[in-house]
């Protein structure tokens, strides 16, 4: 593509006399010109000769074309030629291939190979300017395990996406002071900025409104749904928003289950779009951590007795972390009548609706039932949850203990709670720690840990200070 030497000039022209009369149609060389364009065979026209000037035997020929005049042979003056040498450089690649292309001079090199006793070692060799400056052994079994069968090889192995969202529930999923367990919207990364959608969202509404008022009994519904909704602290009012600030707002419709009727569920339509997004397109919806249908049935079989059971509300169970919850916010009326100005709310708790609730609660009812089997005795009275590990131990450790746990020390209220305790740890323990103060002299407790009365009651007669006993802690669940 360099080779300027074939081109014909008017000199070259000049030189033939049969070819002078055409040097006037060729045009001078322009050693600054690149050549960008080759016209092959395919194109016929601009090939096919339209006047042609012959001259002697072994002289060149001119042509004309429909893009000009064009001299054919051999171009040289004087019949000779303007010498030109080309030089290439071979250079030697550390696979021993030659090759013009010049290698690189900054490159990490990896290697494998077996030592001694059998083991795979992967060896690092960084280079820059083609010196090593730094080797580090690195054990590599991927040699050894590459054909060892697992029970997960007929297991699809989980998506990116999936091992980001157990990722960020790893990370974030926590319980806060008052023990309620946050989880965060487990965003993608990256992920495009959701616009402000509340005329959308108020729109939704205002047909919602109109759908209600053509039917009362699903209007009654409707709202006895939300005014629960609100006195579970499930949702608050939505605090101002910035200018600037990221938020979306969720659009709400009831549904109606096959089998029941008569009971209505609030939706949040996470689905919605709003300029071509909504926000389930900007969360990951997480891996199906449900267990195995075959596995259930299997179960079923094992023994005489199976027992089924349903959680109430399970999303509803877990918090919304703080950050989060404007990307939860919607449109509903104030004191909940449907007469008065519409106001914005926010959820505390993860919705039916957003796409990685499901996983968001399985994760946590998993991480909670690995908490309670963590001990050796588990009793529930009404809305309390009882616990120990039944290991004898010093008052303050026990506070330690349950502590840690998100808990406090148990103490009874009324004869059942008691009566547990005193079956649980009465046969062979004798003793329990319980939440009074241990400063206190024997018999004569006024407060908990907490510095709260006690009411006297059956259960908060006796606390030991200086003996050896098992703790046990307690938990209320309040909202069921």
């Known amino acids: 593509m360099s080779n300027r030497c074939e081109i014909p000039t008017p000199e070259v022209a000049l030189a033939h006399s049969h070819l002078k009369r055409v040097a006037q149609f060729i045009p001078k060389l322009d050693p600054d010109a690149q050549i960008l364009l080759l016209l092959g065979r ?9 006047q042609q000037i012959n001259g002697p035997h072994n002289a060149p020929f001119a042509q004309r074309l429909d893009l000009g005049w064009v001299i054919v042979g051999d171009v040289c003056i004087d019949k000779a030629h303007k010498p030109m040498v080309s030089v290439y450089k071979t250079n030697i690649l550390e696979n021993g291939r030659p090759s013009l292309l010049t290698p690189c001079q900054s490159h990490i090199k990896v290697k494998e190979k077996l030592s001694h006793g059998g083991e795979h070692k992967s060896v690092v060799f960084p280079h820059s300017f083609n010196h090593a400056t730094h080797c580090m052994l690195v054990e590599d079994e991927l040699g050894l395990k590459v ?13 990116f996406e999936d091992e980001n969202f157990l990722k960020i529930m790893q990370a974030e999923f926590h319980q806060d002071e008052q023990k309620n367990w946050v989880a965060p919207l487990p965003f993608k990364s990256p992920r495009p900025l959701l616009p402000n959608n509340r ?22 519904q409707f709202s006895a749904f939300m005014e629960k909704l609100f006195q579970n602290h499930h949702a608050e009012r ?9 938020c979306w ?3 709400i419709f009831g549904v109606y289950h096959p089998q029941k009727p008569g009971q209505i569920r609030v939706v949040f339509d996470s689905s919605a779009q709003h300029h071509g997004i909504s926000l389930n397109n900007v969360l990951l919806s997480g891996p199906d951590l449900n267990n195995s249908l075959l596995g259930v049935l299997l179960r079923f079989r094992k023994d005489l007795v199976a027992i089924m059971a349903d959680i109430q509300q399970m999303f509803y169970g877990f918090l919304v972390k703080e950050h989060h919850r404007n990307y939860l916010r919607f449109l509903w009326y104030s004191n909940n009548d449907l007469n008065k100005e519409v106001v914005e709310y926010r959820m505390r708790v993860h919705v039916f609706g957003n796409s990685p609730s499901p996983a968001v609660a399985i994760y946590g009812l998993r991480l909670a039932a690995q908490q309670a089997t963590n001990y050796d005795f588990v009793r529930r009275v009404g809305q309390k949850y009882f616990v120990s590990y039944k290991e004898r131990d010093s008052f303050s450790r026990a506070v330690e203990f349950c502590s840690q746990r998100g808990l406090e020390l148990a103490l009874p209220q009324n004869e059942e709670e008691n009566s547990v305790l005193t ?18 002299a024997e018999g004569n407790f006024e407060t908990d840990m907490n510095n709260r009365p006690l009411n006297g009651e059956e259960g908060s007669q006796t606390n030991p200070s200086r003996i050896q006993a098992a703790p046990c802690c307690q938990k209320t669940v309040f909202g069921e």
Do not use: C
């Not at 005329?199 to 008022?213: D, F, K, P, Q």
């Not at 079956?423 to 206190?440: E, H, L």
């Open 238 to 246: 939505g605090t101002p928003i910035h200018e600037d600030e990221e």
């Open 147 to 159: 054909f060892e069968r697992t029970k997960n090889d007929n297991k699809p192995a989980m998506s």
């Open 423 to 440: 079956q649980a740890f009465g046969d062979v323990y004798k003793t329990a720690w319980i939440n009074v103060n241990n400063q206190k």
């Open 199 to 220: 005329e959308h969202a108020l729109s939704r509404l205002n047909s919602l409104r109109r759908t209600l008022s053509r039917n009362p009994e699903m209007k009654e």
């Open 42 to 50: 395919d194109m016929i026209r601009v090939h096919k000769a339209r």
């Open 249 to 251: 707002y969720l659009p």
